[in-house]
């Protein structure tokens, strides 16, 4: 959902969920919550400045037979609330600056059925830089902190990516993450 509030305020909604409730038992049940809440400030007139601050309400309960990336069974549950600000900001017409600031303020269980809940907090800082170093041309260039509280971890990280233009809307770019985590924070 998204609705213009002003000619350079948008409000912007989305829900994904999917609930399951298995004749066998509760050790089959699923459910899958996301609830994105936000404001972005988009000028017309004037678009040097473009900020997006988002609300996201994450819970995670995967299938008895769900597999994560490595091929493991997903025996997890998780709950998030995080808040993020992001914004950027033309310098001059070939240079932008950004910066986002997220927080996770959740919980985890490692076990899909039952048992406590942990505590899962993490920060996340990112400053970007993007270039426009030739006509239909970008480089991009981004400084990542994570740091996760209950895990006593912090890990730094860089990305760089080149893009195309294609059109006035359309970007084909190929890039590398150096870092050995997400920018996504419902990623646990």
Request: glycine share 6%; hydrophobic share 40%.
């Amino acid at each position: 959902f998204g609705y213009q509030t002003h000619v350079d305020w948008r409000l912007l909604a989305k829900l994904n969920f999917s609930l399951s409730n298995s004749d066998q038992g509760d050790f089959y049940d699923a459910d899958f919550v996301e609830a994105v809440l936000g404001y972005a400030y988009r000028p017309v007139y004037n678009d040097r400045l473009n900020a997006l601050f988002k609300y996201t309400l994450f819970y995670d309960l995967p299938s008895s037979g769900a597999l994560t990336p490595a091929q493991e069974l997903a025996d997890y549950a998780q709950r998030s609330h995080i808040l993020s600000a992001d914004a950027i900001y033309d310098l001059v017409p070939w240079l932008s600056v950004g910066a986002k600031y997220g927080y996770r303020r959740g919980e985890v269980r490692e076990n899909r059925d039952g048992g406590d809940w942990s505590s899962s907090n993490a920060h996340l800082a990112v400053l970007r830089s993007d270039w426009h170093f030739v006509h239909k041309w970008d480089a991009v260039l981004e400084a990542r902190w994570l740091r996760v509280s209950a895990a006593d971890d912090e890990r730094v990280g860089a990305l760089v990516a080149v893009y195309r233009h294609l059109g006035r809307n359309i970007k084909l770019g190929a890039g590398y993450n150096f870092s050995d985590f997400s920018d996504d924070l419902t990623d646990q």
